[in-house]
Structure formats: structure tokens, C-alpha cells
């Protein structure tokens, strides 16, 4: 079984939808992110959280909110979708202060129409 | 700021040696990652230099220089699976360590 899954892993919705993308992990690890990745522009940072009561934002993190319900789950909601929020979207975890080395789920493929 | 810069593409023959370079711009340093990504795959970690040198792990290696800011991620032997893009990566200065700040990728292909 993978140890960072992510669900839905492709999803197509409409301008204005609230979405939610959900990311579990069987790693124990504390340390949990969104990223995003558009074509050329590598990954971005969206939001992380170094511990179930700790929530940071990132670069990018306008137009979208997250919740971490427990060490094991992270997930990111697009309150009210729009077409340029259409990208790859990456959730990762980490352990410690060993941020060098991120595990990443494989992805859920987004589609605002 | 930080940000890093890598090339975007390298074309390289099955059997050859490719050398990725990054140069990096940061308010602190504590390293530089590599990490691989098939089309449309997760980014996986290959490597992590946190002192200058090379560091080897079978057919990839890592170089860092502190002082010229500069890293790269040596493959040898480049097998067809190999293509793939090549990410960079430095840990950002922050809040409980900071977060990791990536490259925008080298898309490596390799021909037959």
C-alpha cells in the first residue's frame, strides 16, 4: 500500500464549486503540504503544517484553505474554483526538521471548467 | 528571496554521462535536494548535499560549492528510464526551519 494517498486523483468541476482534495499518510511523519504544478513553473508551495495545531501558508495560497485533522490527514478545499486553479496538485509529507527529504503522494489532476 | 535557477531541458544518449546544474540564491543555506519526477509521476528524492563535495548513490551523484552557490546532479550510464525532470531544492529560512524552495525543473531526454 502506498504511504502517502491522495483522493480523488483526477476531478473535473465548474467554476464557482467548492472542492475538497484529501491526503492521508501511513508514515507517522508530522510534517504534511500542498503543492501545486503548472507546466514550467516546477512545485508550489500552497500550504503546510508542521503539526496537527500548526498551519502555515506558502506562496500561493489565495483562493484556497486547508485542514489538518489529524497527523494523518491534510486536506486542501478550493472554497469557490476558478479556471487558472486547473493544475497538478502534490501532497507531501516530511518528518522532524529533515524537510530535504519530502514523500510524495501521487496526485490528483484538477480540471476547473 | 530565494530562488534557483536550472536548465530547462538536456538531451543526452543512452550510455552517457549528463551533468544538471543549479545556482541558487538564498537568505540562509542549510542544503541543496535533487528530486526526480516521471511525466506526470510524484517528485522522488535522489540526494542532499549539505556540505561541499560529491556524494554518491550508484549511477547519480551530487555536487555542492557553498562559495560559488552552485550545485549539480551528476548521471552516468543514462538509461532510457531516465527521462524524467530534475528538480533542485533549498530549504527557505523560516518559521521551525523553514520550508523547501524548488527549482522549475530540468526535463532530461535521453535517446537511443
Known amino acids: 500500500d502506498a504511504d502517502v494517498t491522495q483522493t480523488p486523483r483526477n476531478r473535473i468541476t465548474k467554476t464557482g464549486k467548492r472542492i475538497m482534495l484529501e491526503c492521508s499518510q501511513t508514515?507517522?511523519?508530522?510534517?504534511m503540504y500542498w503543492y501545486r504544478q503548472d507546466p514550467g513553473l516546477g512545485l508550489r508551495l500552497i500550504y503546510y503544517s508542521f503539526d496537527v495545531k500548526d498551519i502555515n501558508k506558502g506562496e500561493i495560497s489565495d483562493g484556497y484553505s486547508v485542514s489538518r485533522q489529524a497527523q494523518a490527514k491534510f486536506s486542501l478545499s478550493l472554497e469557490s474554483a476558478i479556471p487558472n486553479q486547473t493544475a497538478l496538485y502534490f501532497c507531501?509529507?516530511?518528518?522532524?526538521?529533515?524537510?530535504?527529504?519530502?514523500?510524495f503522494g501521487p496526485g490528483t489532476r484538477l480540471l476547473v471548467l | 528571496g530565494q530562488s534557483l535557477e536550472q536548465p530547462s531541458e538536456v538531451t543526452a544518449v543512452e550510455g552517457a554521462i549528463v551533468q544538471i546544474n543549479c545556482t541558487y540564491q538564498?537568505?540562509?543555506?542549510?542544503?541543496l535536494s535533487w528530486y526526480q519526477q516521471h511525466d506526470g509521476g510524484a517528485p522522488t528524492f535522489l540526494s542532499y548535499?549539505?556540505?561541499?563535495g560529491l556524494e554518491e548513490t550508484g549511477r547519480f551523484s551530487s555536487f555542492l560549492s557553498r562559495s560559488d552557490s552552485y550545485g549539480y546532479l551528476l548521471l552516468q550510464e543514462l538509461q532510457m528510464k531516465d527521462s524524467a525532470s530534475y528538480f533542485c531544492a533549498v530549504r527557505d529560512h523560516g518559521n521551525q526551519g523553514g520550508k523547501l524552495i524548488f527549482g522549475q525543473g530540468t526535463e532530461l531526454s535521453v535517446k537511443p
Open positions: 548535499n549539505a556540505l561541499d
Open positions: 508514515k507517522g511523519h508530522d510534517r
Open positions: 538564498t537568505s540562509g543555506f542549510y542544503g
Open positions: 507531501a509529507t516530511s518528518v522532524g526538521r529533515a524537510q530535504e527529504t519530502q514523500y
